[in-house]
């Protein structure tokens, strides 16, 4: 006996690998002797950048706003994962 249709199932499948996907990957974040942190650009920017760095309170501001307000408010998965 199915649980979910065919549709459900596919959505949920959708759903756990969008919530499941981290901000950030742990291997291009680091911190420096001095206490700050390192974070490695997937791709060098245009002007050469490769890495930010920032305070840590600046950094866990930054990936705060990455997390959406609502869990509500989404109406759909930004991701294409199958």
């Known amino acids: ?4 249709t ?3 199932e596919k959505a949920a499948k959708q ?3 969008c919530i499941s996907r981290p901000a950030l990957a ?16 997937k791709t060098p920017w245009r002007d050469g950048t ?4 920032m ?3 600046e950094f ?4 705060a706003a990455l997390v959406p ?3 509500s408010r989404q109406r759909f998965c930004p991701c294409e994962c199958r």
């Open 1 to 4: 006996m199915r649980w979910l």
């Open 6 to 8: 065919a549709k459900a």
């Open 15 to 17: 759903l756990c690998c």
């Open 26 to 41: 742990n291997e291009r974040v680091q911190s420096n002797a001095a206490g700050q942190v390192v974070l490695k650009l």
């Open 50 to 53: 490769t890495h930010l760095v």
């Open 55 to 57: 305070s840590p309170q």
């Open 60 to 63: 866990m501001q930054r990936l």
């Open 69 to 71: 307000q609502s869990a």
